[in-house]
């Protein structure tokens, strides 16, 4: 059974950091890329960035690029989200996939909640 689990949300002051995690579970994910979207109330589901789990290229989206940074650590199966210089309209639900290509993700976490104050 494949499980991906976030965790690290929470709130934050604008300008501080976090960090999102992502475990993944129940098969090699050696040929997959590991995206993160973002979901805020009211909106559509964001594509955050991404990283391919085999080469280790990255993708970011312009709304994050400079501020966020998506690695990986294979020993224990995990990615991460570094989000830096944060602001309040990062605010959103963060969820983490895997898939196949930068469009097609065939599983997805439960989501951590990440909100920003002014």
């Known amino acids: 059974q494949v499980q991906l689990v976030e965790s690290g949300g929470g709130l934050v002051q604008a300008g501080g950091s976090l960090r999102l995690s992502c475990a993944a579970s129940g098969r090699r994910f050696s040929s997959y890329l590991m995206g993160w979207f973002r979901r805020a109330p009211g909106k559509e589901r964001e594509f955050v960035g991404a990283?391919?789990?085999?080469?280790?290229?990255?993708y970011y989206a312009d709304s994050v690029k400079g501020r966020f940074t998506i690695s990986k650590d294979n020993a224990k199966n995990t990615v991460y989200l570094q989000m830096n210089s944060l602001k309040p309209e990062d605010t959103a639900s963060y969820y983490c996939?895997?898939?196949?290509?930068?469009?097609?993700?065939?599983?997805w976490g439960q989501g951590t909640q990440v909100t920003v104050s002014s």
């Open positions: 996939a895997a898939g196949t290509t930068l469009t097609t993700y065939n599983y």
């Open positions: 990283i391919s789990w085999s080469g280790g290229s990255t």
